[in-house]
């Protein structure tokens, strides 16, 4: 009887250390699930708030056909609560995506800019 088993490829940083603009959004690299059969990934999201920090930090997945051209509007957006000189970090599932970009900015206008690092792992089936 064959056994299915969840198997993933390497981390990756499709973002490292961004520091943010005031409100306009800074995109992550492609994330390919369509190549090599993936249909998820873990994706977490860590976001370094300046010490005067004032402003949320929103998280937006867009999807794409191609990896060239991403939808306008977000599959999904969660806010990350400023916490002034601190981290904090969200991990979320991507699914049935063929390929997807993270956009993050500040919720408002902000001078002090956060920073923020994406890490995702991608995983598919194997079936022996």
Do not use: C
């Amino acid at each position: 009887m064959a056994t299915g088993k969840r198997v993933f490829r390497t981390l990756a940083t499709p973002m490292n250390a961004v520091t943010l603009g005031d409100t306009a959004a800074s995109f992550s690299s492609d994330v390919d699930l369509e190549t090599n059969g993936y249909i998820g990934s873990h994706v977490a999201v860590d976001v370094t708030f300046h010490a005067s920090g004032a402003q949320n930090v929103v998280v937006s997945v867009y999807g794409s056909l191609d990896g060239t051209n991403y939808d306008d509007v977000p599959v999904f957006s969660q806010e990350v609560a400023v916490s002034a000189g601190s981290s904090r970090q969200i991990s979320l599932v991507v699914t049935d995506l063929a390929h997807y970009r993270i956009g993050v900015k500040h919720a408002a206008s902000d001078t002090n800019h956060a920073t923020v690092t994406i890490t995702e792992q991608s995983w598919r089936y194997d079936i022996s």
